[in-house]
């Protein structure tokens, strides 16, 4: 299995920028994906990862280093509904485990 | 993207009761399915895998007698809560993917609505 970690929770202000970070530990990588899951319903994907590097998808940004098993999201330009709980999730041959999430709490 | 449904979306039972959850891939065909399980405020938590006509794969400490999970068909697969308590009040969540697993596909595994279970 894996194991994931990612910050419980983060506070930031509408229109500011918020860097969610996840290191990881796991055998045979197979890509990384980052989940926005608001309260009761079902994550939503946002991104993936298999090679180092930042991709780049509008307000959202995921970067990978393979190397360091760590990523990161980072949400730009920040809006109220941008609240929710984001889930850092690493697949590896065959199953998809995910972090416990970092819920984000935009303020106006 | 591909669609997954479950049903019902939310159900409340009594203890001791059991209860169905369906998960349908409704545009493609789920070789497999994994069934997920979220307390409030904790990550998803992956109970069992399930192929396609053989038997579910459980996840240590998910006992496979009360969480009865058939796969009979490519696009159904179903979760059976059997004596359910309280304690198994949860969001449970399916997943389904199609083919085999390959370094680079994005887009494999996609996710049920979740169904939110009440056990009073």
């Known amino acids: 299995g894996q194991n994931i970690d990612q910050p419980t929770e983060m506070t930031a202000t509408e229109g500011a920028i918020v860097q969610i970070n996840c290191t990881y530990q796991?055998?045979?990588?197979?890509?990384l994906f980052w989940y926005q899951q608001h309260a009761g319903e079902a994550p939503t994907f946002l991104s993936y990862?298999?090679?180092?590097g930042l991709e780049e998808k509008g307000r959202f940004s995921s970067f990978l280093s393979r190397s360091k098993g760590y990523s990161y999201l980072l949400l730009k330009e920040l809006q109220m509904k941008d609240s929710a709980s984001y889930l850092c999730?690493?697949?590896?041959?065959?199953?998809?485990?995910f972090g416990a999430g970092t819920t984000v709490t935009v303020r106006a | 993207g591909a669609v997954v449904s479950q049903h019902p979306s939310w159900v409340i039972c009594k203890s001791g009761t059991s209860v169905k959850i369906e998960c349908r891939s409704l545009?493609?065909?789920?070789?497999?399915m994994f069934w997920y399980r979220q307390f409030p405020k904790q990550s998803l938590m992956l109970m069992a895998t399930?192929?396609?006509?053989?038997?579910?794969?459980?996840e240590q400490g998910v006992e496979k007698d009360k969480f009865l999970i058939n796969h009979a068909s490519l696009t159904l697969s179903t979760l059976t809560v059997t004596s359910a308590h309280p304690e198994d009040s949860s969001f449970y969540i399916c997943s389904a993917r199609g083919g085999l697993v390959t370094s680079g596909s994005q887009y494999e595994q996609y996710f049920g609505p979740g169904t939110r279970l009440t056990v009073t």
């Open positions: 399930s192929n396609e006509g053989s038997k579910a794969t459980y």
């Open positions: 796991t055998s045979g990588f197979n890509g």
């Open positions: 999730a690493v697949r590896d041959r065959k199953e998809l485990s």
């Open positions: 545009d493609f065909q789920a070789t497999t």
């Open positions: 990862n298999v090679l180092d």
